[in-house]
């Protein structure tokens, strides 16, 4: 999610006045316990219902992005990834600069290690991401290519890649992010600039030949709110359905905010309104910042949770949707401290020592829900 999202939500929400999300529940009041003293405070272990059981009950898929470094050094990180969570996706270990560093020369072992992992534990590993504007090599990057030249990288990249997890991987995102914020039209990058517009429809059928058992998504974030780029992300689905691109379904990526959060109903219609166009939604990469709240942090991490729990409990109301995952799910590890510099953000579910949070008990909550 680029930086520029975070002005774009505010503008948004400062336009419509933005109401609240979990509807029917008032923040707590302010207490003066902390996280920290919640009735959790003892490292969480598998317990007889952890999110993975109950999302198993209901034949759904729970799960977090991987940080390949934390998994392989913080044996607590794995062993609560494991147990709680029955879907995984690569937080960058499958992004084009990780997989083809060189030109012409793939490095399948930090990937490989996480789709090992994944079916180790008997876990949905999701493949993340073939086509995006960032995350681009320097050779690729900088490069001059003519349009023919990088048609056949993007066709070799996705056909090498679906191919190489064939039989392991059977869910892709395929274009990550192509909708700009603000006029809702496709936004610039390498692959607009170099192939033209038609760069998304031919990512979907090389992907498709790759692997024609795979489901393949579009994923993108911004798209619960009522605005230009849920319009523009709307007819760009459309327009692949209309041309017979194999699309599956498509990706909402919910990186959300405590301060600033689209009304319910709006999240609810969206998802309806991509489920009439028959495709399956994913909810691909939760988190709920809380850096820039104005609210003490009890209240925040209530706030937090009603967000992530009305979220669970909209995915579980429409039928195709059948798969949340979370931008990680321990705030010791997350994309807002390392790449926004907020230090003191507590996006996730789960505190810095693994201690549940709110919202994991909200999570639950929504679960366990009829
Ligand atoms: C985007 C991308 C993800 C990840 C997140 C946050 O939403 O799709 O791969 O990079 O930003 O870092």
Redesign the pocket.
């Known amino acids: 999610?680029r930086r520029q999202l975070f002005s774009c939500i505010l503008l948004i929400c400062i336009l419509s006045a933005c109401s609240g999300l979990p509807t029917g529940q008032q923040p707590a009041t302010p207490q003066a316990t902390t996280v920290q003293k919640a009735p959790h405070a003892t490292p969480t272990h598998k317990g007889p219902k952890t999110l993975r059981d109950l999302a198993d009950a209901r034949h759904i898929h729970i799960g977090a992005a991987v940080n390949l470094d934390a998994l392989q050094h913080d044996h607590d990180y794995s062993r609560v990834l494991s147990d709680e969570f029955n879907a995984v996706t690569p937080?960058t270990a499958m992004?084009f600069d990780a997989l083809q560093p060189q030109p012409g020369d793939y490095t399948f072992q930090q990937a490989d290690a996480f789709v090992n992992y994944a079916h180790q534990h008997g876990m949905v590993p999701r493949g993340?991401?073939l086509v995006?504007y960032s995350a681009l090599p320097p050779w690729l990057q900088n490069g001059s290519y003519s349009r023919d030249q990088l048609m056949y990288i993007l066709k070799d990249y996705i056909t090498k890649v679906v191919t190489h997890y064939k039989g392991q991987i059977n869910v892709w995102d395929v274009v990550?992010?192509a909708v700009d914020d603000d006029t809702g039209q496709l936004s610039d990058s390498i692959w607009l600039r170099g192939i033209g517009p038609d760069y998304i429809d031919m990512a979907f059928r090389w992907a498709h030949e790759a692997n024609p058992q795979a489901q393949l998504f579009y994923?993108d974030?911004g798209t619960e709110w009522s605005s230009k780029k849920f319009d523009g992300v709307y007819s760009l689905l459309q327009g692949l359905i209309q041309r017979g691109v194999p699309i599956n379904g498509v990706g909402m990526?919910m990186?959300m905010h405590t301060q600033f959060y689209p009304d319910n109903a709006t999240v609810l219609q969206n998802m309806q309104r991509f489920a009439d166009l028959g495709l399956k939604i994913d909810i691909t990469?939760m988190d709920v910042l809380t850096s820039e709240t104005k609210v003490d942090m009890p209240t925040t991490l209530k706030i937090q949770a009603d967000i992530y729990g009305t979220v669970v409990k909209d995915c579980l109301q429409i039928k195709v949707c059948q798969s949340i995952v979370f931008?990680g799910f321990t705030d010791r590890y997350t994309?807002v401290h390392s790449?926004l510099h907020r230090d003191s953000d507590q996006p996730l579910i789960f505190d810095k020592d693994y201690r549940h949070k709110p919202a994991y008990d909200a999570i639950v909550q929504a679960l366990k829900t009829p």
């Open positions: 999610m937080e992004k993340h991401t995006w990550n992010e994923n974030y990526q990186h990469e931008w994309w790449d």
